[in-house]
C-alpha cells in the first residue's frame, strides 16, 4: 500500500503519479475485502447447503470506489493530455521552471 | 465416473507439464522470436489440455458451455496476439539469433 | 480429485511467477509483452482451476472476462506501438 | 407528499437536472434552467432549516430500508444552516456566470460548466445531509470530480497544473478518509454516523479507531486546506474561471469544514477527540500557524485573486480555531463564520471577477483607478473587504466578536490578542487594494472609455451578498440563534452518545 | 490452502509494486499496472469478493490500462530523472505506514467470524435478503436495494467523469474526418477475428447484465464489457468507422438517460407513497417490486457506464490521431 502512496508524492511524472495513486487505492480496496472474510465461508451467492458466507458489505463498497477510482484516472490522464499540450512536458519540475508564479 | 476422474487428472497434470516447459522456454531460449514461439505453442496446448480436463468434470450445464466459451476464446485470441505481437516486433526491427549473427558477422568485416 | 486440483493450482501458480519474473526483467520491450500476455493466460486456468478447488465452478463468468481483457490489452498494446517506436 | 421527501430534493434536483442540461445544450434557456433548479433547491432548504429548527431531527431512509442497514439522510439544525448557505451561493453565482463566463470560458463548453456546476451542488448538498460515513465519501467524489472539471476550464494554462495538484491532492485525502472509514468499519461493523456513535464509545481506547480518526482527520484537513496541507488551493482558486472561484471559495471548504465537525461531534463525540487525544491543541496551533502565515502571504502576492485565496486559507484557520476552543461559543463562531465567509468571500470573488471581466487582468496593478471607472464593483469590494478584516457594522465583526467572546471565556488571552493581531493583516492586505483602486492613477495604456461598470448580472448578486453583509451584520438574530441551537445541538448529541454508550457498556 | 495462496499472489504484488517504482520505462509501469490488476483481482477471488474481483479485472485492468496506454502515445515513454529529493516523500510514507501498521495492533484477527463486522449490520443482508429481495446474489441486492442511494451517486461520479473528459479533451468533430486512417490495415488476422468475436462479447455483455441477480456481474461490469467490445472495434478498424456506428453525441445522450431511467425508478416510487428508491412500491407484491426496482436500475447503471467508458475512450483516441496526424 505504501508503494503506490511513496510513488505519488516521489514521482516527477504526472504519468507515473496516476499509476500510484491506483496503486495506492487498490491497496485499500484490499483492506476492506480482506475484512469482509470470514474462515469457511464461500462467496456471498446463495447455494443450497451453504451457510457461512463472507460479509457481502465491503464487497459493495469496493464496488463503489473502484468505479469511483477509475473515473478519477480517467480525468487525472485527460488532464495529462492537455497538459502536455499546453506546456510540452510531464515532468512536474519542468513546468514549474516555465511558470515560476504558480 | 472413477475413469473420469482419472483422465481428467491425467489431462491436467500434462497440461501443467506443457504450461511449465513452456515458461522456461521463455527464459532458456536465446532470442525473442524462439522464446516466442515456445510461449505460444505450449500455451495453447496446456490451455486446451486444461479445460478439458474441466470440462470432464462437469456435469453438461452452463458450466460446460462457459468453459468451452473459454476454450474457444483463448484458441482463437492467443494465436491471434501471438501473431500479431511477433509481426509487429518484426515490424520494430527485432531480428532472430542467426540474423543477428550474419549482421555481427558483417560488422565485423 | 482435490489433490490434483491442488497441485494443479500450485503448478499454475509458479508457471505465473515464471511469466512475471519475465515480465519484471525482461531483455526487449517484446519479451515483457510476451511475458505479460502469458501471464494473463495462465491467469483464465489458475480461476478455472481455482474454482473447482472452492467448490464454487459458477465463477467461470471471471474467467471469461480476464480472457476477454487480456486480449483487448494485447490489442491496445500493439496499437499503441503504431504511435511510439518500440525499440530502445 | 413534498414535505414528507424535502429533505432528498436539495440533493436530487441538482443531481436530475445535470443529465437533463447535458441534453439540452442551448446556453440562454441552460441558463435559465439551471438557475431555477438552483433557487429551487435553495428554497427547499431554507424549508428544511426552518423544520429542523421546530423539530430538531429530520431522517429520512432512502429505499425504505430502516437506519443501519440502509442508508440515511439526517437533518439538523447545524447541516440545514451550512446547506442554506451552500445552495444560496450557488444561485447568486449561476446568476453572476452568465455574463463571466462569457467573457473567461470557451462557448463549446458553457454546457458542461453548467452541468458541472449543478454536478458540484449536488456533491456538496450529499455530503452535508447525508448520516452514512460512505455514502460521504461517495458524494465527496462526486462535487470533487465536478470541482476538478470546474478549475480546469480556466483560460490560463495553469489552471491545468492547479487542477491536476488538486486532483492528486484530494484523491489522496479522499482515500485517507476510506482508510479511516475502513478501520472504523472494522471495529464496529456499522457505516451509519449515529450508530458508528454509539459503537466507538465502547471500545474506549482502541488503537485501530484511534489511528481511523487519524487518517479521516489528515484527510479532511486535505480537503479542507487546512494549513500544512493548503497547497493546492492558491493555484486552484487563482487559475479557475471567477465564477467557479466564488462558488468554491464560499461552499467547498465550509462543506469540509462541516465534514470536520461531523466527525468530530457526531460520530467520536467531543470528549474523546479534545480530551483524549489532544486533538485541540494540534488544531489551535495549526490554526494560528494558518492565520498569520497565510495572511503574510496574502500581503505579499501580487495577484489580486492569490491575495484572496490566501486570506481564505487564513480564514479556514480562524473557523478552525472556534472549534478548537470547545466550547459553545467557539463552535458557534465556526458555524457562523462557514456563513459569513460565504457571504464575504463570494462578493469579493465576484468583484474581481467583474474587474477581469471589464480589464481582463487581476493583477493588483490593474486596479489602480477603478474607483472612479467601475464604483459601484469597487464599493462592493471595499465593503466585502472591510468585512474580512471585521469592521462593525458587518457580519465579519459578528464571527469576530463571537471568536474573540469565546476565547475570553476560555481564559485564553492569548488566542484572543491573536485574532485581533491577525486583523491587522487583513488591513494590510485588502488595503493595498482598495488603496490602489482610489488612490493611483488608472495606467495610460489602459482604455478608459472601455472600462466602464459591469453589466447588471453580475452586479446584482453581487450587491445581495454586499446587502446581505451589511444586514446580517446588524441583525444577527437569525445567524446566532441558528448557529447557537446547531452548536448546542451538536454538544448535547455528543453528550448523549456517550450517556448512552455508559448505559450499554453496563 | 486458500492462506497459501494468498500469501504467494501477495508477494507476487509486492514484488510487482516495488518494481513499479525503480522502473523508468513508463510503458513498463503500465504493463505491471496492469498485472497488479489482475493480481489483485485473483486476491479478491480468494477472498470470495467475487463481484469485485469482476469488476477490478474489467475496470482496472482492461480500462484503465488502455486509457493509460493512450495517455502514454500522446506524452512519451520515458521518465526522467528526477532532480528533487526524495527524502521527505520517504518520510511522510513512513509516518503514514506506521501509523497503518500502529492501527493494525488492534484489529480484530482475519477471517474470524466473531468479528464486529460480521455480527452488527451484515447478518440481516445474509439471512434476510434472500427471503427480502428474493436474490441469490447478496452483492445485488446490498448494492442495488439496501444501499441504492450509494450507486446512484456512483453512478453520477462516472457521469461527473464523462463531463470532466468532455470538457478537457471534447470530442472531434466529425468533419474532420477527412484523413483516412483504419487502425491495423494489414492485419487482416485481427479483423476477422475481430469481426467474429465482438458479437459474442457484446452477448455476453447481455448475459453479464441479466445475470448479475443470480452470479456475479450486474450493471457495471456489464456496462464495461459492452464497451470493451466497442473498444476493441475502435483499435481494429479506427475511429472513424467506429463513429459511424456509435456516435459520440449518441453517447452522451445516453450517458444523461442512463442517470435519468436510475433515478425515475426513485421518483416513481416516492409517486407511489413510497420513500425514494423504494423498489417494493412498484409491484403488489414487495418482491416482485424489488426486482423490477433492481432491474430496471441495473440497466440505467449499465447503459451509463458504457456510454461513458465508449465516450472517454474516443476522446482519448481522437486525441491520439489527431496527434498522429501533425
Redesign the interface.
Known amino acids: 500500500m505504501m508503494t503506490g502512496f511513496y510513488i505519488v508524492i516521489s514521482a516527477n511524472n504526472l504519468v507515473k503519479k496516476i499509476v500510484g495513486l491506483n496503486v495506492f487505492q487498490t491497496s485499500v480496496f484490499m483492506l476492506y475485502i480482506s475484512m469482509g472474510k470470514v474462515n469457511g465461508g464461500t462467496a456471498p451467492i446463495l447455494v443450497e447447503g451453504v451457510t457461512t458466507y463472507s460479509n457481502p458489505l465491503p464487497h459493495v463498497l469496493i464496488l463503489t470506489a473502484i468505479v469511483v477510482g477509475v473515473a478519477t484516472t480517467s480525468v487525472g490522464l485527460a488532464l495529462i493530455i492537455r497538459i502536455k499540450r499546453a506546456y510540452g512536458t510531464v515532468e512536474e519540475n519542468e513546468f514549474e521552471n516555465q511558470d515560476d508564479a504558480i | 465416473m472413477f475413469i473420469l476422474d482419472i483422465i481428467s487428472s491425467v489431462l491436467l497434470i500434462a497440461g501443467v507439464f506443457f504450461g511449465f516447459s513452456g515458461a522456461l522456454g521463455l527464459f532458456k531460449f536465446p532470442d525473442f522470436f524462439t522464446r516466442m514461439h515456445a510461449a505460444s505453442v505450449t500455451d495453447s496446448i496446456a490451455t486446451i489440455l486444461i479445460l478439458l480436463g474441466l470440462i470432464l468434470q462437469t456435469s453438461f450445464d452452463i458450466n460446460t458451455a462457459k468453459l468451452l466459451f473459454i476454450l474457444a476464446f483463448l484458441m482463437i485470441t492467443s494465436p491471434t496476439a501471438s501473431h500479431a505481437l511477433a509481426k509487429s516486433a518484426r515490424h520494430g526491427g527485432l531480428l532472430t539469433l542467426p540474423e543477428t549473427q550474419v549482421k555481427q558477422q558483417e560488422r565485423t568485416y | 480429485m482435490t489433490e490434483v486440483y491442488t497441485a494443479v493450482t500450485i503448478a499454475i501458480l509458479v508457471v505465473m511467477a515464471m511469466a512475471l519474473a519475465r515480465a519484471i526483467s525482461a531483455p526487449t520491450v517484446y519479451d515483457r509483452i510476451l511475458g505479460v500476455n502469458m501471464f494473463g493466460t495462465k491467469t483464465v486456468l489458475f480461476i478455472a482451476v481455482g474454482g473447482y478447488l472452492m467448490g464454487r465452478p459458477d465463477f467461470l463468468d471471471i474467467a471469461i472476462v480476464y480472457a476477454l481483457i487480456n486480449f483487448i490489452g494485447m490489442v491496445a498494446v500493439l496499437r499503441f506501438f503504431e504511435y511510439t517506436a518500440p525499440i530502445d | 407528499m413534498l414535505e414528507q421527501h424535502l429533505a432528498t430534493l436539495p440533493i436530487l434536483l441538482p443531481l436530475i437536472a445535470a443529465p437533463i442540461t447535458l441534453l439540452l445544450g442551448r446556453s440562454l434557456f441552460l441558463w435559465i434552467f439551471a438557475t431555477a433548479i438552483s433557487a429551487l433547491a435553495c428554497y427547499f432548504s431554507w424549508q428544511l432549516l426552518a423544520a429542523a429548527l421546530t423539530e430538531s431531527v429530520l431522517s429520512y431512509a432512502v429505499g425504505g430500508w430502516p437506519a443501519p442497514w440502509g442508508i440515511e439522510l439526517r437533518v439538523d439544525a447545524a447541516n440545514a444552516f451550512v446547506l442554506l448557505a451552500v445552495s444560496a451561493l450557488s444561485t447568486l453565482v449561476l446568476i453572476y456566470s452568465k455574463d463571466s463566463i462569457e467573457k473567461e470560458i470557451d462557448s463549446s463548453k458553457h454546457t458542461l460548466y453548467y452541468t458541472a456546476h449543478l454536478l458540484c451542488l449536488a456533491g456538496l448538498s450529499g455530503i452535508l445531509l447525508t448520516g452514512d460515513a460512505f455514502n460521504l465519501f461517495v458524494f465527496l467524489e462526486i462535487s470533487s470530480l465536478a470541482t476538478y472539471t470546474l478549475v480546469s476550464l480556466g483560460s490560463d494554462r495553469r489552471c491545468l497544473t492547479a487542477a491536476f495538484r488538486y486532483l492528486v491532492m484530494g484523491t489522496i485525502g479522499a482515500t485517507f478518509i476510506l482508510i479511516g472509514v475502513g478501520m472504523l468499519y472494522m471495529n464496529t461493523g456499522t457505516l451509519n454516523m449515529l450508530d458508528l456513535a454509539n459503537r466507538i464509545d465502547i471500545y474506549e481506547s482502541n488503537r485501530t479507531i484511534n489511528t481511523g480518526l487519524a487518517f479521516i482527520m489528515v484527510g479532511v484537513s486535505i480537503k479542507l486546506a487546512l494549513f500544512p496541507l493548503h497547497m493546492w488551493l492558491p493555484a486552484a482558486y487563482t487559475h479557475a474561471p471567477s465564477a467557479v472561484t466564488a462558488f468554491l471559495a464560499s461552499t467547498a471548504t465550509k462543506v469540509a469544514f462541516y465534514v470536520m465537525i461531523r466527525f468530530i461531534f457526531t460520530i467520536f463525540g467531543w470528549n474523546y477527540v479534545f480530551e483524549e487525544m489532544g486533538m485541540d491543541l494540534i488544531l489551535m496551533v495549526l490554526a494560528i500557524v494558518a492565520i498569520f502565515k497565510c495572511s503574510y502571504m496574502a500581503t505579499v502576492q501580487s495577484n489580486v485573486k492569490t491575495v484572496l485565496a490566501y486570506s481564505s486559507v487564513a480564514q479556514i484557520g480562524y473557523m478552525i480555531l472556534g472549534v478548537s476552543l470547545v466550547s459553545v461559543t467557539g463552535l458557534m463562531s465556526g458555524l457562523i463564520h462557514i456563513f459569513n465567509h460565504a457571504l464575504m468571500k463570494g462578493a469579493l470573488f465576484m468583484a474581481v471577477g467583474a474587474v477581469f471581466y471589464r480589464v481582463g487582468s487581476v493583477d493588483i496593478n490593474a486596479f489602480k483607478g477603478l474607483g472612479k471607472q467601475m464604483p459601484l464593483t469597487m464599493a462592493a469590494f471595499t465593503i466585502a473587504g472591510l468585512s474580512i478584516i471585521g469592521v462593525p457594522l458587518t457580519v465579519g465583526f459578528v464571527s469576530k466578536w463571537y471568536l474573540v467572546t469565546a476565547a475570553l471565556e476560555q481564559q485564553h488571552w492569548v488566542v484572543a490578542a491573536l485574532v485581533l493581531a491577525g486583523s491587522l493583516l487583513a488591513v494590510v492586505y485588502i488595503g493595498r487594494v482598495i488603496e490602489a483602486a482610489y488612490f493611483q492613477k488608472p495606467p495610460a495604456s489602459r482604455d478608459s472609455n472601455q472600462v466602464k461598470e459591469a453589466p447588471w448580472l453580475m452586479l446584482a448578486p453581487m450587491w445581495a451578498l454586499v446587502l446581505a453583509n451589511i444586514y446580517f451584520g446588524i441583525d444577527t438574530s437569525l445567524t446566532t440563534e441558528a448557529a447557537r441551537s446547531a452548536s448546542e445541538w451538536l454538544f448535547q448529541t455528543s453528550a448523549i452518545a456517550a450517556a448512552s454508550s455508559v448505559e450499554v457498556s453496563q | 490452502?486458500?492462506d497459501l495462496?494468498d500469501l504467494?499472489?501477495l508477494a507476487?504484488l509486492?514484488?510487482?509494486?516495488?518494481?513499479?517504482?525503480f522502473l523508468k520505462?513508463?510503458?513498463?509501469?503500465?504493463?505491471?499496472?496492469?498485472?497488479?490488476?489482475?493480481l489483485?483481482?485473483?486476491?479478491?477471488?480468494?477472498?470470495?469478493?467475487?463481484?469485485?474481483?469482476?469488476?477490478?479485472?474489467?475496470?482496472?485492468?482492461?480500462?484503465?490500462?488502455?486509457?493509460?496506454?493512450?495517455?502514454?502515445?500522446?506524452?512519451?515513454?520515458k521518465?526522467?530523472k528526477?532532480?528533487?529529493s526524495?527524502i521527505l516523500?520517504?518520510l511522510?510514507?513512513c509516518i503514514?505506514?506506521a501509523?497503518?501498521i500502529?492501527?493494525?495492533?488492534?484489529?480484530?484477527p482475519?477471517?474470524?467470524?466473531n468479528?464486529?463486522?460480521?455480527?452488527?449490520?451484515?447478518p440481516?443482508?445474509?439471512e434476510e435478503s434472500?427471503k427480502e429481495i428474493g436474490l441469490?446474489?447478496?452483492?445485488t441486492?446490498?448494492?442495488a436495494?439496501?444501499?441504492?442511494?450509494?450507486?446512484?451517486?456512483?453512478t453520477?461520479?462516472?457521469?461527473?467523469?464523462l463531463?470532466?473528459?468532455?470538457?478537457?479533451?471534447?470530442v472531434r468533430r466529425q468533419e474532420e474526418n477527412d484523413v483516412p486512417e483504419s487502425?491495423?490495415k494489414?492485419?487482416h488476422?485481427?479483423h476477422v477475428?475481430?469481426r467474429?468475436?465482438i458479437p459474442?462479447?457484446i452477448l455476453?455483455a447481455l448475459y453479464?447484465q441479466f445475470?448479475g441477480d443470480?452470479?456475479?456481474?450486474g450493471g457495471?461490469?456489464a456496462g464495461v464489457?459492452a464497451a470493451?467490445a466497442f473498444?476493441?472495434y475502435t483499435?481494429?478498424f479506427g475511429l472513424s468507422r467506429a463513429f459511424a456506428v456509435v456516435g459520440p453525441k449518441f453517447l452522451?445522450?445516453l450517458?444523461?438517460?442512463g442517470?435519468?431511467l436510475y433515478?425515475s425508478v426513485?421518483f416513481f416510487s416516492?409517486y407511489k407513497g413510497?420513500?425514494?428508491?423504494?423498489?417494493?412500491?412498484l409491484a403488489t407484491d414487495p418482491i416482485v417490486g424489488q426486482h423490477y426496482g433492481i432491474i430496471i436500475i441495473e440497466l440505467g447503471v449499465g447503459i451509463t457506464?458504457f456510454a461513458v467508458m465508449l465516450s472517454?475512450f474516443y476522446?482519448?483516441g481522437s486525441?491520439?490521431e489527431r496527434s498522429?496526424i501533425q
Open positions: 490452502m486458500g495462496i504467494v499472489l507476487m509486492a514484488i510487482t509494486a516495488l518494481q513499479m517504482i520505462d513508463l510503458f513498463a509501469v503500465v504493463m505491471l499496472f496492469g498485472i497488479y490488476s489482475f489483485s483481482a485473483l486476491i479478491f477471488i480468494n477472498l470470495d469478493a467475487v463481484d469485485v474481483a469482476f469488476t477490478e479485472a474489467s475496470v482496472g485492468a482492461g480500462i484503465s490500462t488502455v486509457l493509460m496506454l493512450g495517455t502514454l502515445a500522446l506524452t512519451g515513454r521518465e526522467k528526477s532532480s528533487h526524495s516523500p520517504l511522510v510514507v503514514t505506514g501509523a497503518l500502529y492501527g493494525t495492533l488492534d484489529m480484530p482475519f477471517g474470524h467470524p468479528n464486529p463486522i460480521h455480527e452488527h449490520v451484515a440481516r443482508y445474509i434472500p441469490p446474489n447478496m452483492v441486492s446490498v448494492l436495494s439496501y444501499r441504492g442511494f450509494d450507486t446512484l451517486g456512483e453520477v461520479v462516472v457521469f461527473a467523469a463531463i470532466g473528459v468532455l470538457a478537457l479533451l471534447g487502425g491495423f494489414a492485419h488476422v485481427l477475428v475481430a467474429f468475436f459474442l462479447i455476453f453479464v445475470h443470480f452470479g456475479p456481474g457495471f461490469q464489457i470493451a473498444i476493441l483499435l481494429v452522451q445522450a450517458a444523461s438517460i442517470v435519468l433515478a426513485g416516492m413510497g420513500q425514494f428508491l423504494d423498489y417494493s412500491k457506464v472517454i476522446a482519448f486525441q491520439a498522429n
